[in-house]
């Protein structure tokens, strides 16, 4: 019963059957005041008088139209018929050709009989007229209820009135879900022009409210959609720079070393040369990898489900090529390397995460700029391959250390020098894309750690505790 009453369907009906009563109530007085009315207009002398006179014309008019004789009383009883509130005698010979029956006369009628007729409790007055006949003149009195030839505009004008209060009245009811609905309309308006700050309040259970309450969570929905979206754009955006800086840097790598072969060529040893070769060699090599793995990565970067070419690989060998290359850029930075005694295999892209521990180990470098040593190690915590990389510097600044991993600020902002990493943003896709994490946090007491965890199962998904 409570779920049926809070129908709209319900509460329309309910508001008209309120409207219908408010208006029967408006028709009952408004058919009362004028009853009284009426009544009263009628019985005043000249305006009974006059109506008298009226319908003794309508009579003689229609005797004449009919040609009546004296001897002829069903007609005149069916003019009586159509005005029925008329009290209609009419005398022949001192006989009673006609009279109507709801008033007692007496079948002759002289002229010492009173003057008013007795119609119930009321004296009703008496008009003589002479009706003319077509073989003879007749005596006709006239009396009755002459308010009763206004029951047609009484009835038109309380019927009106009804109408007029059930329209008013049921407009009135039904305004508030109106103004409910155009509020609606005014909501949907806003959401069409990207504005999301207005809300339906949610009035009452029916339908309409049920019908705000999913328009307020659409909007809501298509708030968090475009900002996802936002937040998507903005991602590819710093995507893409990460990208460009990471091909950028071997190549300017790749250009310097061949400007310097091209340009001094004659004053350069062998040895020089070689050296110069094999950095350009080692560039060139990691762009290929980069532009192997670029749409793999890109897709990461999207925000898409990437999946990248893991295998077995031996982790102390990914190390010790990130540390080389660490070492050759930063021979006055110390480099410990802590290994396990068994060493174990990882399912991973080895090109991809030993750039990601160059990068790592170069940020540290960068970050800590007072650094002096850097601890990288190795450690096997029960199904995950945890890769550490420590410094003795100075740490991270806490307004950098938020947003170190999603773009927001670079970790190679103001270094000129020529860095291998690609990109701590990047950085966190390739190792979401290995199903792992990365973290950086500042060491109490100084300094700052790197962490990426790896699984050692395949299909691994669940969280590092």
């Not at 029925?84 to 022949?92: D, G, K």
């Not at 009628?109 to 003589?128: A, I, N, R």
């Not at 007072?370 to 450690?379: A, D, I, K």
């Not at 199904?383 to 307004?399: M, S």
Request: hydrophobic share 40%; proline share 3%; charged share 25%.
């Amino acid at each position: 019963m409570t779920k049926l009453f809070h129908r709209l369907s319900t509460r329309i009906v309910l508001e008209i059957l309120l409207a219908v009563a408010f208006s029967a109530a408006i028709y009952a007085g408004a058919n009362a005041a004028l009853t009284r009315f009426f009544q009263q207009y009628a019985t005043e002398p000249a305006v009974f008088r006059r109506l008298s006179d009226r319908h003794f014309q309508d009579l003689q008019r229609f005797a004449d139209e009919n040609h009546l004789v004296s001897t002829d009383g069903k007609p005149f009883t069916q003019w009586n018929d159509r005005y029925h509130y008329v009290s209609l005698m009419i005398i022949r010979q001192n006989e009673a050709l006609c009279y109507n029956s709801f008033v007692s006369y007496n079948m002759t009628y002289t002229e010492e009989d009173q003057e008013h007729f007795y119609w119930g409790s009321k004296v009703l007055p008496t008009y003589e007229y002479r009706l003319r006949l077509a073989d003879e003149t007749c005596k006709v009195y006239f009396s009755g209820y002459f308010d009763q030839a206004y029951t047609s505009l009484r009835k038109g004008i309380c019927a009106g009135l009804f109408l007029i209060s059930f329209v008013a009245g049921f407009y009135l009811l039904f305004q508030k879900h109106i103004r409910y609905i155009e509020e609606m309309e005014q909501n949907v308006s806003s959401l069409c022009s990207k504005n999301f700050s207005r809300q339906i309040p949610i009035r009452g259970s029916t339908e309409l409210s049920t019908l705000a309450a999913n328009i307020n969570h659409l909007g809501d929905t298509i708030q968090l959609l475009l900002l996802t979206e936002d937040a998507k754009l903005k991602q590819k955006e710093q995507f893409v720079k990460s990208i460009a800086h990471d091909i950028r840097t071997p190549l300017t790598g790749i250009v310097g070393a061949t400007n310097v072969l091209l340009e001094q060529d004659d004053t350069l040893t062998p040895q020089q040369r070689r050296e110069l070769l094999k950095n350009a060699n080692e560039d060139a090599q990691w762009l290929i990898h980069i532009v192997e793995n670029l749409l793999s990565i890109t897709r990461i970067g999207a925000g898409e489900d990437a999946q990248v070419t893991k295998t077995p690989e031996a982790a102390e060998e990914v190390i010790e090529g990130a540390v080389g290359k660490f070492r050759r850029r930063y021979p006055q930075i110390d480099v410990r390397v802590e290994l396990p005694e068994e060493f174990f295999l990882v399912p991973m892209d080895p090109l991809l995460i030993q750039q990601v521990m160059t990068n790592l180990l170069e940020n540290a470098a960068v970050h800590g700029v007072t650094t002096t040593r850097v601890v990288v190690s190795l450690e096997k915590q029960g199904k995950w391959a945890r890769f550490t990389v420590c410094d003795n510097g100075r740490g991270i600044p806490e307004g950098r250390l938020h947003n170190l991993f999603d773009g927001t600020q670079s970790a190679q902002k103001g270094d000129s020098t020529r860095s291998m990493g690609i990109g701590l943003s990047v950085c966190k896709t390739v190792v979401a894309a290995h199903r792992g994490k990365i973290k950086g946090e500042n060491i109490k007491g100084g300094g700052a750690r790197f962490t990426v965890d790896l699984p050692l199962e395949e299909d691994e998904h669940e969280d590092q505790g």
